[in-house]
């Protein structure tokens, strides 16, 4: 039954999907308009109800989506797509890593990173360029020794790893493969 799943919905999906590629251009509003226009084509009442688990609850798969969605861009309806277009826009097209999507709302935390502290939306591969990680790894272990004696400002470190964390395993499909329970037995 795992296995229809699979067949029916993401090799067809995925098939379509290496059509569209982004074109090579630094520009980020592009990137974003042909993620737009490239997610937009994905119906996503073909797999709304399909159930998924998910930190130990099985829920619909439009519920996985709208809430990864509101995680990671603080909207409820990303770049104005649907929670199912913008979750599988992620997953299969190619130039997902310079979509900026991923919302920082932290100001400090930016400017700390040498983002501008106006800017609240970054990409997959920015992130990554940024330091986050390095940054944060001594907080993992003060947020495990005692949660309550993190600032604000390293809260919000350790969300924007999440963050970044969760948007690179949706991007790979390791989010949707394993964290969902399609290969759980």
Request: proline fraction near 6%; aromatic fraction near 12%; glycine fraction near 4%.
């Amino acid at each position: 039954m795992k296995y229809l799943i699979y067949l029916m919905f993401i090799i067809p999906a995925v098939s379509w999907s290496q059509t569209p590629t982004l074109p090579n251009s630094p520009m980020p509003d592009m990137a974003k308009r042909n993620f737009v226009n490239f997610a937009s084509k994905i119906n996503p009442s073909s797999i709304a109800t399909l159930p998924v688990q998910n930190n130990g609850r099985i829920k619909p798969f439009d519920s996985l989506a709208r809430e990864t969605s509101l995680f990671l861009t603080g909207s409820r309806y990303p770049l104005g797509l649907d929670p199912i277009q913008f979750y599988l826009g992620l997953i299969i097209y190619e130039g997902n890593s310079v979509v900026e999507f991923i919302e920082l709302r932290n100001k400090e935390l930016r400017q700390q990173l040498g983002f501008p502290k106006d800017k609240r939306y970054y990409s997959i591969s920015e992130l990554e360029r940024s330091g986050l990680e390095l940054k944060s790894k001594p907080l993992i272990a003060k947020d495990e020794e005692n949660h309550r004696s993190l600032s604000t400002l390293e809260k919000d470190t350790l969300e924007g790893l999440h963050q970044y964390f969760l948007a690179r395993e949706i991007a790979s499909a390791d989010h949707f493969f394993w964290r969902c329970g399609f290969w759980q037995y």
